[in-house]
T-cell receptor, first 116, second 118 residues
Framework: DTGVSQNPRHKITKRGQNVTFRCDPI?????LYWYRQTLGQGPEFLTY????????KSRLLSDRFSAERPKGSFSTLEIQRTEQGDSAMYLC??????????????FGPGTRLTVL | AQKVTQAQTEISVVEKEDVTLDCVYE???????LFWYKQPPSGELVFLIR??????QNEISGRYSWNFQKSTSSFNFTITASQVVDSAVYFC???????????????FGRGTQLTVWP
């Protein structure tokens, strides 16, 4: 399977705990994106990387959130001191900046976070 | 302000009817890209189509067609002869060319829930 994969698919945690999600992009894609989606809404941008460089962060990404892509391949998104408002689906996408690519982003299945 | 507006929250049709999903966008960039994604009940977003701001040709792919009109800032999506399997949430999205040719985030609309009844 050469699609975007995300782990875990579901995470239930108690308020105040830290959680970490992983995303493995399509292997030849150099860009990786994180979005958050709540019920009844479209995905909202959080941050994105080109190779290992984090190029943009949304204001939605508070100090409790940190994302890394240390070797330009997989990425992790960590949420510290989770709050109930963090409950959402966290989506990862990847794209290529190669010739003929126009930012088509391909999404993974998402990680559903529930904070109790 | 919303960059992408999908005014239709829910649409219900009976199988074999044609249905059009509306999308209106807002941008100051002269170069931008528009997308449609499908999110079936399984939850995974599926890329359907991308349109460049400099190409206003409409496109048809099987039962799907897209009407891009810069004059009205609209990028509407029509499904002809709808089928039950078309039931999903459909999202329109915009990507802007900021600081040159670097395209980054997608701005999504709130989505339109399409239900096709047998």
């Amino acid at each position: 399977d050469t699609g975007v994969s995300q782990n875990p698919r579901h995470k239930i945690t108690k308020r105040g705990q830290n959680v970490t999600f992983r995303c493995d992009p399509i292997s030849e894609h150099n860009r990786l994106y994180w979005y958050r989606q709540t019920l009844g809404q479209g995905p909202e941008f959080l941050t994105y990387f080109q190779n290992e460089a984090q190029l943009e962060k949304s204001r939605l990404l508070s100090d409790r959130f940190s994302a890394e892509r240390p070797k330009g391949s997989f990425s992790t998104l960590e949420i510290q001191r989770t709050e109930q408002g963090d409950s959402a689906m966290y989506l990862c996408a990847s794209s290529s900046t190669g010739e003929g690519s126009y930012n088509e982003q391909f999404f993974g299945p998402g990680t559903r976070l529930t904070v109790l | 302000a919303q960059k992408v507006t999908q005014a239709q929250t829910e649409i219900s049709v009976v199988e074999k009817e044609d249905v059009t999903l509306d999308c209106v966008y807002e941008t100051r960039d002269t170069t931008y890209y528009l997308f449609w994604y499908k999110q079936p009940p399984s939850g995974e977003l599926v890329f359907l189509i991308r349109r460049n701001s400099f190409d206003e040709q409409n496109e048809i792919s099987g039962r799907y067609s897209w009407n891009f009109q810069k004059s009205t800032s609209s990028f509407n999506f029509t499904i002809t002869a709808s089928q039950v399997v078309d039931s999903a949430v459909y999202f329109c999205a915009l990507s802007e060319a900021d600081r040159g040719s670097t395209l980054g985030r997608l701005y999504f609309g709130r989505g339109t829930q399409l239900t096709v009844w047998p």
